[in-house]
T-cell receptor, first 113, second 114 residues
Framework: AQTVTQSQPEMSVQEAETVTLSCTYD???????LFWYKQPPSRQMILVIR??????QNATENRFSVNFQKAAKSFSLKISDSQLGDAAMYFC??????????FGKGMKLTVNP | DGGITQSPKYLFRKEGQNVTLSCEQN?????MYWYRQDPGQGLRLIYY???????QKGDIAEGYSVSREKKESFPLTVTSAQKNPTAFYLC?????????????FGPGTRLTVT
C-alpha cells in the first residue's frame, strides 16, 4: 500500500520569506500523481499544485513550486514571498493506479507578520 | 456557480442515533468521495462512488453507509455502530482526465455526537 509521510507537523515563516514543506511517499508504481492541498481555518480543502510523475519538469503555480525527486520519492513544496493568507494546514497527497487519494497527516504553517 | 455543497456545517446528535450528512455537486463529476478528518490524522477515505448506483468501501467504512441514486448526490449515513463518530467530514468529487482524478472538496460538516 502507498504511504505519504509529512515529517514536520508544524513550521513557521516570516512574511515575505520563503519556506519549504517536505513530503515523502512510498510506492511501487511508476505512474502516479502528487498533490499539495491547503486547508485554511475555514477548513475548505484547496488544491495548490499537482505534479505528474512522468514529467521531469517541476510544477509551478505563481508563488508555489515543487521539487519532485522521483528516485528519492520526495515531493516538497516551496512557498515564495509568504503571505499571511498562506497560513493553513498543508497536505501532501498521492494518487496512483486507483482513483483514491492517499493523504499525509498534514503540516501546520504559521506566517508571522 | 459550480461547486460542492455540504449541509449543515455543524451537526449535533445524541449517541445511538443515526445521522445523514448531505453532499451535492453540480460539477457533472462522475466520482464522489467521503473522507473523515481527525486531528493529527489527515484525511481518511470512508466510501467512494465512480458511477450512479455503485460505490466501494474505503479504508474506514465500518459504521457508515452511503447511497448514490443520483449523479449529483452522495449522502453519508453515520450509524450507531460507528464507535467514534465525532469528526469533521469532507465530501469530494472528481472527473477523470486521462488517468488523473483531481478532487474538489466541499466545505465540510462538523459532526458532534454526545
Amino acid at each position: 500500500a502507498q504511504t505519504v509521510t509529512q515529517s514536520q507537523p508544524e513550521m513557521s515563516v516570516q512574511e515575505a520569506e520563503t519556506v519549504t514543506l517536505s513530503c515523502t511517499y512510498d510506492t511501487s508504481e511508476s505512474d502516479y500523481y502528487l498533490f499539495w492541498y491547503k486547508q485554511p481555518p475555514s477548513r475548505q480543502m484547496i488544491l495548490v499544485i499537482r505534479q505528474e510523475a512522468y514529467k521531469q519538469q517541476n510544477a509551478t503555480e505563481n508563488r508555489f513550486s515543487v521539487n519532485f525527486q522521483k528516485a528519492a520519492k520526495s515531493f516538497s513544496l516551496k512557498i515564495s514571498d509568504s503571505q499571511l493568507g498562506d497560513a493553513a494546514m498543508y497536505f501532501c497527497a498521492y494518487q496512483g493506479g486507483s482513483e483514491k487519494l492517499v493523504f499525509g497527516k498534514g503540516m501546520k504553517l504559521t506566517v508571522n507578520p | 456557480d459550480g461547486g460542492i455543497t455540504q449541509s449543515p456545517k455543524y451537526l449535533f446528535r445524541k449517541e445511538g442515533q443515526n445521522v445523514t450528512l448531505s453532499c451535492e455537486q453540480n460539477l457533472n463529476h462522475d466520482a464522489m468521495y467521503w473522507y473523515r478528518q481527525d486531528p493529527g490524522q489527515g484525511l481518511r477515505l470512508i466510501y467512494y462512488s465512480q458511477i450512479v448506483n455503485d460505490f466501494q468501501k474505503g479504508d474506514i467504512a465500518e459504521g457508515y453507509s452511503v447511497s448514490r441514486e443520483k449523479k449529483e448526490s452522495f449522502p453519508l449515513t453515520v450509524t450507531s455502530a460507528q464507535k467514534n463518530p465525532t469528526a469533521f467530514y469532507l465530501c469530494a468529487s472528481s472527473i477523470a482526465r486521462v488517468s488523473i482524478y483531481e478532487q474538489y472538496f466541499g466545505p465540510g460538516t462538523r459532526l458532534t455526537v454526545t
